[in-house]
Every structure is written in structure tokens, then in C-alpha cells.
């Protein structure tokens, strides 16, 4: 009676005014939208965390900054074709400065070359020492004397002396008694070389730093950004992102696929695609909105057939539709005046307010056509439908708005933010419905009102008697609305349909007890989409990801304490610290370097040795004699010691030194004396570079922080002076039972841990408490307001039975679909929850307003569908999409709408048949239903 008095005294008073007022507001609502709102990403929107993790999380962002990393993945099946692609493609992304602020695909370790002794042990400086000891008289030879054709026969007297293994394998080897007496790997590189100068010009490869260094076989002091099987290399870009547009990394990751594609007619044997936190966020955006449009064609479409169809015109329909467009423009303006922004989360306020709204406007029109056929004027018939299903729509509306702004007690920013501007959002499409509607109704709706006797005519085909048989006892339930025709078969049996609900709702109940949440979010995306199948194939064959753990330190020596302990855990499969590049010991090591200064004394580096010219018959000769010593099976017999010789390796020399044989033989000998020279050339001055680096690492010093090359430290080295410590997890970071075991042992070591592994839990374990505590704020709101609507107890537990039971149903399909919850659908929870809601209050108004006699009149009946079917086919379109948490949302939505939907319209009217408190013990013996002609 209050809704009445006050539509009457109001908007119905003053109908253009309203509407007036309602199209300023709207225009205002608008223009603040239009000039505030802006769109956040997801990982913005979860970025803020609070408490300690949020204070540690701000510091490391001011010491090491947040830059938007792109990582190029690169896959050849020749490292050095990897390392010249990722070469390239750096320099032609340095050139990309408008949309690409920093490169990297190496680190520069030449500064570093002068300490090289310092990352050595104490025993390899002494393992050295001894073996340059033992050789130096033909260092000082080779230095004297240098040339092609000494180097051999000071190699065959080597041979002769069995040590030319311990020549040029290294001096870092210890030798023990099981050591290979002969070491031939050296010569073979060598001879390998030789053959291939003397065939044609080839890139030089040196042998000395086997010969003074320990052999850097896997790369690891060029500098590349290998993963730790060398499977993949990789290219990091720092990109600059648009922060206005929701494509906001869509020009640098365009930009660098386009480079890609430019490349790969030039290196076709190579793959490289682009992963990384921008060009994942900027696939899931264009994954999301790939079938946008027709996704809106189909669900706009679908609706306003459905309600063209239903209300048999367009007219009303339209109305409805306009005061709900008002409402969400309200809805946008409230939510940039408070808010201010929207993200991948709240941007779903526009579907869920049409999704939810629209109900609204559909339970009002369904009771003022009931209104109307019985002619009542129009003006009647909007008070009378208020005055019957306003206060439903009411309440409703005030419940699940409560259950919506409940989000705000989950601490949760993202969270809250959702919450506010849903909640409110609601109750500001409810004012627009039931101020914009009517008017529209009172102005526009120009069909004839009724006429008595037709009015009649039409009360004597919707008015009937309806006779139900229970136990033994006939109960009438007179003058009624007609019900759907199609219902009338539930209800003349309620107890079979109470019987198959149970069964139906067991069965639900277990299927309960499989469903489980899903934390991944690679699993939202679309399938084959590049970043994630990049970021997927990096885990799966290298045991890495590009995401990883940050420990903050506040001095070397905690960096390497801190070190030790995160390499023991089980879970981290790589760490990465400056502590890499600064030697511990050095001190001591420093002492036995210095030990080494009296063997160089005899080796002349004043001058870059200028080597003779090449002799091709004595070098032949010294080549022949080195191949007479290489032993054959049928000497091996005589040899003596602990081990064999290496009789596949002595073949192997033999075979190089025949292939030169045969050379000299075919080819002309000045062509190859020509060429031989210009590699003896190169061969010793790489001699010379490498006894100089030798000479220089005996008197350098130790690694000092600023001997680390710029940008290695500002990776590492944060700008308040702190330290980085980089923890890349063994598992998929990406699974929450992985991310939790890593995250977990990391606190072991350090509780202050950051880094994304640490957000992304911190923010799905919150999201998690927060949902499981909103589900409990939420259920004491609803049932609070339930109670206080209804007043009792019983009407309480009747109007409770769509949500709960329809909840359950939904679990029970979503363990049919094998549908998961996660961070998309959970957010439309209260797309369900609302026609829980709303229909259990409205049909228990309506039994309440007939005197417990009504089951499911047309009226109520065509709105608890049609408000369903709409929010069904609506969200019901996302199941055409490719991005998979559209799809998981549309399949939930459409499942769980659909389930409250059969429990509303056919097992609580089941459930009111058998409670009624009111039916007349009329026997009818003749039939269980007679519906009077």
C-alpha cells in the first residue's frame, strides 16, 4: 500500500517531469562516465596487496621498479643460429623506441674476463699452476718462436711424452690414477680446423682456452639468457604500455610479432613466439573480445525475441528495456563519481545489471498485463501491480544487493570495488524500473482498456478449479488465474514430483562433493593461444617459467646465505643473485694466483708474435709422424697401464690427418699455404690474447660489486642499495597446489618473499577466504532479510527452497559438464543467487496474496521464467567464445539459472500444494483434476 500511494503521488502524478528529470540525470551520468571512467587490467586491479606482503611487494617495486617484460622465446636447433637470430631481432626492437623501452638478450661479461682465477677453486689455481709449470718450457717456445709447424712437433713430442691430453684438455682436470693417459680431443679440434682452412676459409674457433681456461662448453660466460637445458633462448623487452586503452600493450606486442614474422623467411629453421605478463594480458583482452559481436547480436537478439514473443508486441517490451538503459547509464556514472575505474572483474557490471535488472521490469509488466485483461485501467493497473508485486520486486532487490555489497568485508580491494558498484548498481536499476517505467507505461501504452463483459468473457477461461488429490482427501483451489497449461500435469502430482526432486537433489549432493576450484588462469585462455602455449611448452621442457619468487637482502653475505638455503628446496629449480658474478674466497684465492706470476716470467708478451710462414712439406712431415704414433687395435695389446687407449679417438686423428694428406694431394699448395697462414695468424694471436688474459687475472684483484658490468647490477642491485634474489620454481607456477608448495617453502626461507608466484596466491587464497566469507556474511543478510519481509518462520523456509535447492542442482551439473569454479565465474555467483531470490519472494508474496490457494498464477509464472530465460540466453551466448572463462561463465550462468529456474516454477509449487493451510475438504470422487469448461 506504501509503494502505491507513493507511485501515485509521484511519478504517476507528474509522468513528463519525471521523464524529464530521468533524461537530465541520465545525460549527467553519462558525461561523468564518459570523462572519469577508465578500464584497469586484471593484474593492476590484483596488484595491491595489504599488510606485510603489501609493504614489501611497494618496497621492491621502488628498489627494482614494475616494468612491463615481454619475454621472446627463441627454439633452433643450432645454439649459434639461436644466438644470431636473437641478435638481430634485438637490434630491430631497439629500434622500436615509441613502443619499446629496454632489450636484452645477453649480458656483457668482459669486465669480468681480468678475474677469471677468482672463479676458480683454490685446488684449480694450484691444478693450473702445476700444468703450466710442467709445459712451460714450450709456452716460452711457442711465444719465442711462434708458427704452425713448431706447434705440431711440439705436440708430437708431447705425444711421444704421452701429455698432450693434459696440454690442451685443461688445466682445471685434476689428474688422477684413472685418468685417460692421452687426451686427443684437442688435437682433434685442431686437425678439424686445419682440414677445413685448407678446404676454404672458415670462422675461427680457438683451442687455447682449453689450454689456459676451463672449456666454457655451454656458454655460460657469453652472457645469452639460455634456459638451463639451452633449449630455448631468451629475448627480455621492456614495453611501453598505453595506460588509456584497454588494448594497452597491443602496439609493442604487435609490433614484435610483426618483427617475427619479418624474420622467419630469413631463418626458417628457427621458432620464436611471445609470452610474458603484456602478451598474455593483451591475448586474454583480444581472446575475450574476439566474439564480442556476436556474442551481443545473439544475446540481444535472443531477449528481445523472447520478450517480443512473450508480451505479443514490441511496445512494452521497449519501455522496459528503456528505463533499464537509463538505470545502468545511473549505475555508470555512480560507479566513475565513486570508483573511478573499471577491470577485467567489474567490467562485467553492464551484463549483470541487464542480466539482473531487467527482471525487475519483467515481474512489474508480467502482474500489470494480469491487471490489465481483467480491465482495469492503466493507471489502475500500474498501482495494482505494485501494490501486489511491488514489494516482492522490493525485497528482492534490497536481498540481493545486500549479498553483493557483502563483497565489501572481504578486505579485498578488487573485491570491494565489485561489490560497491554492483550492489548499488542493483538498487539503482530498481529506482529506475519502478520511477521510469510507469510513466512510460501511462504515456505510451495506448491499447484500449477491457470491456466488461469481455473482462468477464476472459475471467471465465482463466478463472477455474483446480481439484488435488491427497491422500484420500480432495482439496479445491477456487478462483484461481489459469496456471501455464503445461505445468498442470506437475500438479496433479506433487508428491511424484516432490520423490523425483529428492532423488535428484542426493544425486546433486554427491556430485557436490567433486567440484573444486581452479586457481589457473593460463586455463581462461583461449586454446592455441600463443603466449600461453609458449609459457606452457617453457615449464614443460625446461623446468622453467617466466614468472618467478623476489627475495629482498641487505648485504652480500645474506644474499649467499639466503642462496644456499632456497637452492636446497625441492620446489626451486634455479636461483639468480649478483652473488652469481662475486666469487666467495677470494682472499685465499688471491694468494695461490699470485703463486703463478714465476711461471709467465720466461713468456714474452711484449710483443704480438709474428709467426713464420707455413711450411707445407714439414708440416706434412710432423703430421705423418704424429699419425704413426696413433695406436691400432693390435697394439693396444701392448699397452700398458690402468686404462686402454682411446683407440676411437687415435682413428679419429689418422682419418683428419689422411683427409690433409688427401688435400695436399688434390688442391694446389699455394692456395692452401695462403690460407693456412691466415689462420696461423689467428691461431696466434689468440695465443698471445690468451696469455695476456692469464698474465692480467695473476695481477688483477678481487670482484668487487663494481666490476660488475651496469646492466647486470641494476638487475640485481635495487636503488636503495638492497639485493634481488630471483627463485624460479620447479613445477608449474601457474597450478595453485604448485604455486602453494612453492610459495610455502620459499617463507621457509625468507616470510617477506614477493614476486608474482606470491601475488598470484595471495590474491586467489584472499579471493577464496573473501568469497567464503562473503557466502557466510551473505547468507545471514538474505536470511535476515527474508525474515524481516516475511515475518515467519515458514513462509521463511518456502521462499529459501529455489536458492538452496537450485544451488545444489548447479553443483551437481557443474560435476556433469566437468565445469570448475575459478577466478572468471565466480564472479557471476550472484547472477544465480538473485533469482534464488527473487523467486522464492515473489511466488510466496503471490501464495500469501491469494490465501495459500494459489500454485503458480500465469502472471508470476511468465515472470520467474521469462526474468530466467533472459539472464540465460543472455550469458547463454558466451558459449560461443573461444576465450575459456567466457565460455565457464556463460556454461555456469546458463546451468545455474536454468536450475532455479525448474525448482521455482515446478518443485515449490510442489512443495506449497502439500503445506497449504487453507484448502476446503470438498471430496471429488469422479477425477484428481477437473478444470470446469
Not at 573499471?342 to 500489470?368: C, E, K, Q, T, W
Not at 710483443?607 to 704424429?626: A, E, I, K, N
Not at 494459489?854 to 515472470?863: D, V, W
Request: glycine share 8%; charged share 20%; with cysteine.
Amino acid at each position: 500500500m506504501i509503494l502505491r500511494k507513493l507511485l501515485s503521488h509521484t511519478v504517476l502524478a507528474y509522468p513528463r517531469a519525471t521523464l524529464i528529470a530521468a533524461a537530465l540525470l541520465t545525460l549527467l551520468s553519462v558525461w561523468i562516465a564518459v570523462a572519469r571512467l577508465s578500464f584497469t587490467s586484471t593484474h593492476e586491479a590484483m596488484a595491491s596487496l595489504s599488510g606485510r606482503v603489501g609493504q614489501m611487494q611497494e618496497r621492491y617495486n621502488q628498489a627494482f621498479g614494475d616494468p612491463d617484460r615481454a619475454v621472446i622465446v627463441i627454439e633452433a636447433p643450432d645454439r649459434e643460429q639461436a644466438k644470431r637470430y636473437a641478435s638481430i631481432l634485438a637490434g630491430r626492437l631497439e629500434a622500436l623506441t615509441s613502443d619499446i623501452e629496454e632489450v636484452i638478450y645477453r649480458f656483457d661479461l668482459t669486465s669480468l674476463e681480468d678475474h677469471f682465477l677468482m672463479y676458480l677453486t683454490p685446488q684449480e689455481i694450484d691444478d693450473l699452476g702445476a700444468k703450466l709449470q710442467e709445459h712451460r718450457s714450450l709456452l716460452e717456445e711457442l711465444s719465442t718462436s711462434p708458427g704452425l709447424n713448431r706447434l705440431f712437433q711440439l705436440i708430437q713430442r708431447e705425444i711421444s711424452a704421452a701429455l698432450v691430453g693434459h696440454l690442451f684438455t685443461g688445466f682445471l682436470n685434476e689428474e688422477t690414477d684413472d685418468a685417460k693417459p692421452v687426451e686427443l680431443k684437442p688435437l682433434i679440434s685442431l686437425l678439424t680446423q686445419l682440414d677445413a682452412w685448407a678446404a676454404g676459409p672458415r670462422a675461427y674457433v680457438s683451442p687455447w682456452k682449453q689450454f689456459m681456461v676451463e672449456a666454457d662448453d655451454n656458454g655460460e660466460r657469453e652472457g645469452y639468457l639460455w634456459s638451463d637445458n639451452k633449449q630455448f633462448l631468451f629475448v627480455l623487452a621492456t614495453v611501453k604500455p598505453d595506460a588509456q586503452s584497454l588494448h594497452k600493450f597491443e602496439r609493442p606486442i604487435k609490433a614484435i610479432r610483426r618483427e617475427i614474422r619479418l624474420l622467419q623467411p630469413d631463418y626458417p629453421g628457427i621458432r620464436a613466439g611471445v609470452t610474458g605478463g603484456p602478451a598474455l594480458e593483451y591475448d586474454e583482452v583480444v581472446a575475450a573480445q574476439r566474439d564480442s559481436g556476436l556474442m551481443s547480436f545473439i544475446s540481444l537478439a535472443g531477449v528481445a525475441l523472447l520478450l517480443v514473443v512473450v508480451f505479443r508486441g514490441v511496445r512494452r517490451p521497449l519501455l522496459s528495456t528503456i528505463a533499464l538503459i537509463i538505470g545502468i547509464c545511473w549505475a555508470f556514472g555512480f560507479a566513475a563519481a565513486t570508483v573511478g575505474h573499471l577491470n577485467m572483474m567489474s567490467v562485467i557490471l553492464a551484463p549483470m545489471l541487464m542480466g539482473i535488472g531487467i527482471d525487475y521490469g519483467i515481474h512489474l509488466l508480467a502482474r500489470y498485463e494480469e491487471e490489465r485483461s481483467v480491465g482495469h485501467a492503466i493507471r489502475e493497473s500500474l498501482e495494482r501491480a505494485f501494490e501486489g508485486a511491488g514489494p516482492g520486486i522490493l525485497h528482492a532487490a534490497l536481498t540481493t544487493a545486500v549479498a553483493l555489497l557483502t563483497l565489501i568485508l572481504t578486505g579485498i580491494g578488487v573485491l570491494q570495488e565489485l561489490g560497491l558498484i554492483t550492489g548499488c548498481g542493483l538498487l539503482i536499476t530498481l529506482v529506475s524500473t519502478f520511477v521510469v517505467l510507469p510513466p512510460l507505461l501511462l504515456l505510451w501504452d495506448k491499447r484500449p482498456a477491457v470491456s466488461g463483459s469481455t473482462s468477464r468473457a476472459g475471467a471465465s477461461v482463466e478463472e477455474h478449479t483446480i481439484e488435488l488429490k491427497i491422500g484420500e482427501v480432495h482439496f479445491p483451489l477456487p478462483h484461481l488465474p489459469r496456471p501455464p497449461e503445461f505445468m498442470e500435469f506437475w500438479y496433479r502430482h506433487p508428491r511424484a514430483v516432490l520423490l523425483l526432486s529428492a532423488i535428484a537433489t542426493l544425486a546433486a549432493l554427491y556430485g557436490m562433493t567433486y567440484i573444486e576450484f581452479d586457481g589457473n588462469v593460463l586455463r581462461l585462455q583461449a586454446e592455441k593461444t600463443e603466449s600461453v602455449d609458449w609459457e606452457l611448452k617453457i615449464i614443460r621442457q625446461s623446468e622453467r617459467s617466466t614468472i618467478y619468487g623476489a627475495v629482498l637482502a641487505d648485504s652480500l653475505e645474506e644474499v649467499k646465505k639466503k642462496t644456499a638455503a632456497l637452492e636446497a628446496l625441492p620446489s626451486v629449480s634455479k636461483v639468480e643473485s649478483i652473488a652469481m658474478v662475486i666469487p666467495d674466497d677470494q682472499e685465499r684465492k688471491l694468494r695461490h694466483a699470485r703463486m703463478l706470476t714465476p711461471i709467465l716470467t720466461g713468456v714474452d708478451l711484449s710483443r704480438l708474435p709474428q709467426p713464420t710462414s707455413v711450411d707445407l712439406d714439414g708440416l706434412l712431415s710432423t703430421l705423418q709422424r704424429v699419425k704413426a704414433k696413433m695406436l691400432t687395435a693390435e697394439d693396444a695389446e701392448k699397452w700398458k697401464g690402468k686404462e686402454g687407449p682411446p683407440l676411437a679417438e687415435m682413428a679419429q686423428v689418422r682419418d683428419l690427418i689422411g683427409r690433409f694428406e688427401r688435400l695436399l694431394a688434390k688442391r694446389d699448395h699455394v692456395e692452401i699455404a695462403r690460407r693456412l697462414t691466415v689462420f696461423e695468424g689467428k691461431l696466434f694471436r689468440d695465443f698471445y690474447d690468451k696469455l695476456s688474459l692469464l698474465d692480467r687475472a695473476i695481477a688483477a684483484g678481487p670482484v668487487t660489486l663494481n666490476a660488475v658490468p651496469n646492466d647486470l647490477r641494476k638487475q640485481f642491485v635495487g636503488r636503495d642499495g638492497s639485493y634481488l634474489i630471483r627463485v624460479y620454481p620447479r613445477g608449474d607456477p601457474w597450478e595453485l597446489a604448485s604455486q602453494t608448495e612453492f610459495v610455502t617453502e620459499l617463507r621457509s626461507v625468507d616470510p617477506d618473499v614477493v614476486g608474482d608466484p606470491v601475488k598470484g596466491y595471495e590474491v586467489i587464497t584472499a579471493m577464496k577466504r573473501g568469497y567464503q566469507r562473503v557466502g557466510i556474511y551473505a547468507l545471514i543478510g538474505v536470511a535476515a532479510l527474508f525474515l524481516l519481509n516475511l515475518r515467519d518462520l515458514r513462509y521463511f523456509l518456502l521462499a529459501k527452497i529455489p536458492l538452496l535447492v537450485g544451488a545444489v542442482w548447479t553443483a551437481g551439473l557443474m560435476h556433469l559438464f566437468q565445469l570448475r569454479f575459478n577466478l572468471a565465474n565466480l564472479i557471476i555467483i550472484p547472477l544465480i543467487v538473485a533469482p534464488g531470490v527473487e523467486n522464492g519472494l515473489l511466488i510466496i508474496h503471490r501464495f500469501r496474496e491469494e490465501g495459500e490457494a494459489a500454485i503458480l498464477p500465469r502472471s508470476i509464472g511468465k515472470g520467474v521464467a521469462l526474468s530466467s530465460l533472459t539472464t540465460m540466453i543472455g550469458f547463454g551466448s558466451l558459449l560461443i567464445a573461444h576465450h575459456r572463462g567466457a565460455f565457464s561463465i556463460g556454461l555456469l550462468t546458463t546451468l545455474g539459472v536454468g536450475a532455479v529456474l525448474l525448482v521455482s516454477i515446478i518443485v515449490l509449487p510442489a512443495v506449497l500444494t502439500v503445506v497449504a493451510r487453507h484448502p476446503s475438504k470438498k471430496s471429488v470422487p469422479d477425477s484428481e483434476l477437473r478444470v470446469p469448461g
